[in-house]
């Protein structure tokens, strides 16, 4: 870990949030946007530029949630820059992600869909956020050739949610969503998928990704804060895409089996403790409200049913190339119910670009998904796959386009499918080995294992 930089976050984030707490949105907003450009600043000066990824990506819950108070578009602009420079100094990172032609290709198409949706709307946040989805996963792409690096970025990223959900416990029910200065700001699911980030890969390949496989207590000081922030967000498609999470380790991973089993039964725990709490009242309507079998499909999904009943009538309609980019939205308030933008990524795809999105996607996802499969059976670790099949259960329930859902995608690109190469890397890393070379500060990621 790379204390200094968690300092870094801790001075952005834990007087930013603690202003939100305290009731002062514009002022928490400013100190964390404002500490976060000075930061980045130094380390532009001084060319360390690992640096300004980890902090950025780090920082992404935080982000997310006062970006509304500052300037909306600010986590994008960053995000965005923070590769270009990075690329822009480095030739080495330049040709690495380069020879990933399909994060070239996501990077490509978000731009130009940006583009073409600003064409036919005239507006400049119409899919905007595709580039938020696309370069934060490039940020966990590049960042990940440095394993240190990455694993400071997640326990920044703990860091960051755990601050995020303190300062909103006196605003609402819902952990995630609060009322702050007449301003709404959150949104429980993001605080949900931020836990579930955290939960999942504190687990997983025996938390190796936060560097805590050999550091219990901090791992289970991270499992059960990630589940008490998880179980007050009151988001079900968190809970959803854990539980899938969980089943996927069971099933694959079996060294963290007993650790998973032992983080289950301490989350039931913490769990309990919260029921008796006066937010057990609220978790136990909301678990209520997406199980009872009562209550209608169209409230235990919370509208998302009339979309997806929707959906035929609108595909229907255009169905090979759809109604276009940046439609979306206008398509869904002539057709839905509910009126509201498609809370889905699979929906969102299918009225934009019709049967050929549906073919691309399905490309996309199956090339990513062969190789976290290789990378799973030639390294028995398992966090790739585990990422994309979050990340696909992400959209279900929403459309998995901002930055938290990036990181997953990130995660998921980590995979390697080139049988020569990993060759190569399993050789070099028996010389490194051999020759008392520390293989985890190697290039590339696949080095430690």
């Not at 583009?115 to 996963?137: D, G, P, Q």
């Not at 966990?140 to 400071?152: D, E, G, K």
């Not at 079998?293 to 919370?302: F, G, N, Q, V, Y």
Request: with cysteine; aromatic share 12%.
């Amino acid at each position: 870990m790379h204390a200094r930089i968690l300092v870094e976050i801790a001075i952005c984030v834990v007087p930013a949030m603690t202003a939100v707490g305290l009731g002062s949105l514009r002022a928490g907003s400013r100190w964390l946007f404002g500490s976060t450009l000075v930061m980045l600043t130094y380390h532009f000066v001084n060319r360390k530029r690992l640096d300004t990824v980890t902090l950025l990506l780090a920082l992404t819950p935080a982000m997310m949630l006062v970006r509304g108070s500052f300037y909306y578009s600010a986590p994008i602009l960053l995000s965005v820059g923070a590769v270009v420079l990075l690329l822009s100094r480095s030739r080495e990172e330049l040709g690495h992600l380069k020879k990933n032609k399909l994060l070239v290709g996501l990077l490509l198409f978000a731009i130009l869909y940006w583009w073409l949706s600003f064409f036919k709307t005239a507006s400049y946040s119409a899919n905007v956020r595709f580039l938020e989805l696309s370069f934060t996963a490039a940020s966990v792409y590049l960042l990940a050739n440095f394993r240190s690096y990455l694993a400071t970025a997640l326990a920044g990223l703990a860091l960051s949610s755990f601050c995020v959900a303190a300062s909103l416990l006196p605003y609402g029910d819902r952990l995630g969503i609060g009322q702050v200065e007449d301003v709404s700001i959150g949104n429980p699911i993001t605080l949900g998928l931020s836990a579930t980030l955290v939960l999942l890969f504190a687990i997983v390949d025996q938390g190796r990704w936060l560097f805590v496989d050999e550091h219990p207590v901090w791992q289970a000081l991270l499992a059960l804060s990630a589940s008490a922030s998880l179980a007050l967000s009151t988001s079900r498609g968190s809970w959803l895409v854990t539980m899938m999470g969980f089943l996927i380790i069971l099933l694959f991973n079996r060294g963290s089996r007993k650790l998973l089993v032992g983080t289950i039964l301490a989350c039931v725990i913490m769990v309990a403790a919260l029921l008796q709490t006066a937010r057990g009242p609220v978790i136990m309507h909301y678990f209520n409200t997406a199980t009872a079998a009562d209550e209608s499909l169209a409230k235990r999904t919370t509208g998302r049913a009339d979309q997806w009943e929707s959906f035929p009538r609108v595909f229907a309609e255009s169905p090979i190339w759809g109604f276009g980019p940046g439609s979306g939205k206008a398509v869904s308030l002539r057709y839905t119910l509910e009126g509201k933008p498609w809370h889905s990524l699979y929906l969102l795809i299918g009225t934009e670009a019709g049967l050929i999105g549906f073919v691309c996607l399905a490309l996309f996802l199956g090339i990513l998904m062969r190789r976290g499969f290789l990378h799973w059976r030639s390294y028995g670790e398992l966090g790739p796959l585990l990422a994309l099949f979050c990340f696909m259960f992400i959209g279900v329930s929403v459309s998995g386009i901002d930055a938290i859902s990036g990181i997953f995608l990130g995660l998921a690109f980590l995979g390697n499918d080139s049988p020569m190469r990993l060759r190569t890397v399993a050789r070099l890393k028996v010389l490194n080995v051999s020759s008392g070379v520390d293989s985890s500060m190697q290039r590339p990621f696949e080095l430690y294992n």
